[in-house]
């Protein structure tokens, strides 16, 4: 009896590593892809009457009402990407799984907001789903958001502060956008890491 003692003692003890080790594991091994190169527009399409260039390693949205896609659709992933507005009164957004069809943006598609007034907001089409609660964010300044989106669930962290969780998003796979309202913006660091469901 004291020999199996000895024999399942660590075992015991390293039981509850084990279970907590793999309740913290990644839910995905997948590798962050970067969607957004610093050098050109590879891999995004200009949807409708936009225009966005590349000026100092940042995606500059100039002016347009419409948006630009990524080319490859997307069903489950964690979306990272800092921002910022170039003028006052700031108008934007962040398509999420969204289609083609509509004009000047998809019809109901989900977005979240980078309008100045309800940054932060989850919006379908033009009807606000989770209010805004992030503060505004002072022009010229720099700021983050990591979105995930896995089956009917998103989730949105702002500068590294937890915003909002969603759990009734209806649109299976889509395409990543950025909105155009004329108003001026710059992109960076947009990467994506793909989740399994």
């Not at 995004?44 to 100092?56: A, I, Q, S």
């Not at 009164?89 to 977005?111: H, V």
Request: glycine share 8%; net charge neutral; proline share 6%.
């Amino acid at each position: 009896m004291k020999l199996l003692l000895q024999i399942l003692s660590p075992l015991v003890v390293a039981a509850p590593l084990l279970v907590s080790a793999a309740a913290t594991a990644p839910a995905s091994t997948n590798a962050w892809q970067t969607l957004f190169n610093g050098k050109d527009l590879t891999g995004w399409v200009p949807v409708h009457d936009v225009t966005f260039v590349v000026t100092n390693g940042n995606l500059r949205l100039v002016t347009g009402m419409g948006w630009l896609r990524t080319e490859k659709t997307y069903t489950n992933f964690v979306l990272e990407i800092e921002w910022r507005a170039l003028e006052p009164g700031y108008d934007s957004g962040i398509f999420l799984r969204a289609g083609l069809e509509g004009k000047p943006w998809p019809k109901d598609g989900w977005q979240v907001n980078l309008a100045r007034a309800a940054l932060g907001g989850l919006v379908k089409g033009y009807t606000s789903i989770v209010p805004a609660e992030t503060l505004p964010v002072p022009v010229n300044e720099w700021a983050k958001f990591l979105i995930e989106v896995r089956g009917r669930k998103v989730s949105l962290t702002a500068n590294g502060e937890p915003a909002w969780e969603y759990k009734e998003l209806d649109s299976p796979a889509g395409y990543l956008g950025i909105q155009a309202e004329n108003k001026a913006f710059e992109f960076r660091n947009i990467r994506l890491q793909e989740l399994s469901e």
